[in-house]
């Protein structure tokens, strides 16, 4: 019978493969019916044999090929049901008005980068015509439709929630106006504002005149023109991009008594056509937003096998550079203006033609003012203090003495700053290395590392110059590292370097380690959920040393004693800590499985997920983005249950818990299950020992499970249905997550 299946096995056959495994070697080869036989001769009576064949029976409950295919889903799908959990935030009236605005502009900004990366790539591959890769384009084909088909549904939710919240906004006298709502005084001010300001960078161009619209940047928003000069029946038509960078997306207008106004870009620009085409006599003036959104060509995931990436490389030399991917238009646009602007764009079957709004590029909405209406947003958490990393003692000592942690944003990621600036002017220290992925615009990072260097210590900066859509920001960085004296090391060939690793070295005393879950990003670490370990155990710690000779020289061999490190020995050492759960579970001992990630797409750890489940371990994961897994299917996961959720923080901290037969194991570190990560990228996952640290682990990924407010149930069909519990208490977990650490911060 298929592994997998929901029916009971042959008792038989299941008795006669235990006896021939415990050296029953009577029995092997004997007839089914004698199997059975002594089946019911055991069944009832307390033997061994009894047992053994009992413990069989909820062993070795694999999955094969086709049942993980028929609950495998694509993660290009499961992501269009992570962003639309991001959409749904925007529907909820218990969400202030401004952050569901920031949902919509983050909605709108996850779309682009995944039609620029990902659909990219499935283009790419659908254009392929080689016929070894045939079932691959096949397949990239038909995920292209569904992925449309979903775009185009959620499409239609995006729209009704702008709607929604700026009529809401409106009721709160905040109100968007259109070119024909203003008044005289407001007339005059947008006049004033197009002389001031924008003239000289709105320029019109042609259509006629455009070969190419894709030579034109894609991050823009476009007007498309149709004119009529007085007494003609023919139309004229041109272009203009808006000018957002310079001035912004929104205008603030003079206010009408209580109500404060402003106005999309966009309508400025209509309403200053008239002084755009002076002179020229056009007495008709109509305008249509557009957007495009192009292939970025230097982005080629590599989650893809060798000979794939190969393939897809070649093909783009073949491309012209930057094809256009999605057009978003407005639906009103004439059918004239359409079709002269889709002729510029070169677009495919298989590409995304989407009629929208009067409003393109909503990721703007992220930066819309405020209005002086704090109220509409949520209340501020400040970060919060930790009395024994604050008493005024030397951080370096304190580390020595014993592990501490911080959980970013509650609390303050100053401490790993100043733990930066004491090991640059600290006179034992005589050398600090780190990792840097992402740098904040004003890194005081940099600056303390700066420091160390000019203070004589050794400094070694691993910088990833691949940092998806920070590339330029990291290589001038790199540039002010290397002048001041740091050896700077721009990542592994073939590999990204993702871990959030540092190591301090001490003249005396043990050495220290600072490994995080995120980026040593001032920024990040204000908006997003991290966890930092800081160690000075010398196992560990002589691990984070290793992956930095790891970085330096690749090919040479490097054992590490604790630390999960990619791509050498995570994945084998995952699958046993799964394994080690299945078994303790046949055992009678403790085994669960409790994990906080963001993404899990990678075959073999769904695979060994579902093996847990059908053997009984019950795994609860809170997963914030992409997911593969199918929840509910009887046989293979009826025992997994994943809750996601979008809250103000961007949970990014991963937290892996194991019930070990009751010893309990515990880890924290940089990667997601994704093939990315554990395949080709160097990343870090450490152990946790302190039991206070494994207590607010516990916690954290606990109040996760029970998080009902923000929480969406992932089952693979992209529902996203509000997670519920039993006992129906409301509870968000970012929320008493802040409470539980004030409450720790009171009781010092």
């Known amino acids: 019978m298929p592994a997998g299946t929901a029916h009971a096995p042959d008792m038989g056959a299941e008795v006669s493969t235990t006896l021939t495994q415990l050296g029953g070697k009577a029995y092997a080869g004997e007839s089914v019916g004698r199997e059975k ?148 005084g407001q007339r005059e001010y947008v006049r004033h504002f197009f002389r001031q300001r924008l ?11 455009v070969k190419q619209l894709t030579d034109e940047a894609d991050e823009d928003i476009y007007l498309a023109i149709k004119l009529q000069a007085e007494g003609k029946k023919t139309f004229d038509y041109a272009l203009i991009e808006l000018p957002v960078a310079v001035c912004g997306r929104f205008v603030q207008l003079p206010d009408r008594g209580e109500k404060k106004c402003l106005m999309y870009l966009d309508d400025v620009i209509r309403f200053c056509l008239p002084m755009i085409f002076s002179g020229m006599g056009f007495v008709h003036f109509e305008a249509y937003a557009f957007k495009f959104t192009k292939d970025a060509e230097m982005e080629i995931d590599n989650d893809l096998r060798n000979g794939m990436l190969q393939k897809i490389s070649k093909g783009v030399k073949s491309r012209k550079k930057g094809n256009a991917l999605r057009v978003i238009y407005d639906a009103n646009m004439p059918k004239d203006l359409h079709k002269r ?15 929208g709004g009067r409003y393109h590029n909503h990721k703007d909405l992220m930066s819309f003012p405020d209005c002086g209406r704090r109220d509409l947003k949520y209340p501020a958490w400040e970060p919060l203090i930790k009395p024994e990393l604050d008493s005024g003692e030397s951080l370096l000592k304190l580390i020595q003495q014993g592990d501490r942690f911080i959980h970013v944003p509650y609390h303050s990621f100053d401490y790993y700053i100043r733990v ?53 920001s990291n290589i001038g960085w790199s540039k002010k590292m290397q002048d001041a004296g740091i050896h700077v090391i721009f990542g592994v060939e073939g590999l990204k370097v993702h871990s959030k690793i540092t190591h301090i070295g001490m003249k005396t005393g043990p050495d220290v380690a600072c490994i995080s879950t995120g980026n040593f990003h001032e920024g990040n670490a204000r908006t997003y959920t991290d966890y930092m370990l800081m160690t000075a155990a010398r196992s560990i ?23 999960l490190v990619s791509p050498n020995e995570m994945k084998r050492k995952f699958v046993r800590l799964i394994d080690d759960e299945i078994k303790n579970k046949q055992a009678g001992k403790p085994a669960y499985i409790r994990i906080k990630i963001n993404h899990i797409t990678d075959e073999t750890m769904v695979k060994k997920l579902y093996e847990a489940s059908a053997n009984g371990v019950p795994v609860d994961l809170v997963v914030r983005g992409n997911c593969s ?8 996961s009826d025992n997994i249950h994943i809750n996601a959720i979008i809250d103000r923080y961007l949970e990014h901290s991963r937290i892996f818990i194991f019930a070990a037969g009751g010893e309990g194991k ?34 954290v990924v606990d109040y996760g499970l029970r998080d009902t407010l923000q929480g969406r149930v992932v089952d693979g069909k992209g529902a996203n249905e509000p997670w519920t519990l039993p006992d129906g208490i409301p509870f968000r977990s970012q929320e008493e997550l802040y409470k539980y650490y004030r409450r720790t911060l009171d009781n010092e």
């Open 37 to 184: 036989r002594m089946y019911r001769v055991c069944h009832g009576h307390v033997t061994t044999i009894a047992y053994l064949c009992a413990k069989l029976m909820n062993m070795d409950k694999t999955i094969n090929k086709k049942t993980l295919a028929a609950n495998y889903v694509d993660r290009d799908l499961s992501w269009m049901y992570f962003n639309r959990r991001i959409l749904q935030e925007a529907t909820k009236n218990n969400i202030p008005l401004l952050e569901r605005l920031s949902f919509l502009g983050i909605y709108s900004n996850n779309l682009d980068e995944f039609f620029r990366v990902r659909m990219a790539t499935l283009s790419r591959i659908a254009e392929l015509e080689d016929k070894s890769v045939h079932s691959e384009s096949e397949h990239a084909r038909q995920l292209i439709k569904q992925i449309n088909k979903l775009n185009n549904r959620y499409a239609g939710e995006f729209e009704e929630a702008v709607h929604e919240v700026t009529a809401r906004l409106h009721e709160e006298n905040i109100c968007l106006l259109k070119e024909d709502e203003l008044d005289e």
């Open 199 to 209: 003239s000289g960078f709105v320029s019109a161009v042609w259509l006629s005149a």
């Open 341 to 355: 602007v889709m002729n510029k764009l070169n677009l495919d079957k298989l590409d995304t033609l989407l009629a």
């Open 420 to 472: 930066l600036q004491e090991a640059a002017i600290h006179k034992e220290v005589k050398s600090i290395k780190t990792t840097l992925y992402r740098l904040a615009k004003d890194s005081k990072v940099v600056k303390a590392l700066i420091c160390a260097a000019r203070n004589g210590k050794k400094v070694t900066v691993v910088i990833e110059l691949l940092a998806r859509f920070d590339e330029a």
């Open 541 to 563: 710690v002589h691990d984070v040393d290793s992956v930095f000779t790891f970085i330096e020289k690749p090919y040479s061999p490097v054992h590490f004693k604790e630390l």
């Open 629 to 636: 897994l199918v929840t509910g299917t009887p046989g293979v």
């Open 666 to 699: 515990y880890f924290i570190g940089s990667a997601d299950w994704m093939p990315r990560n554990l395949d080709n990228r160097i990343e870090v996952v450490t152990p946790v020992y302190s039991p206070e640290i494994k207590a607010d682990l516990w916690n």
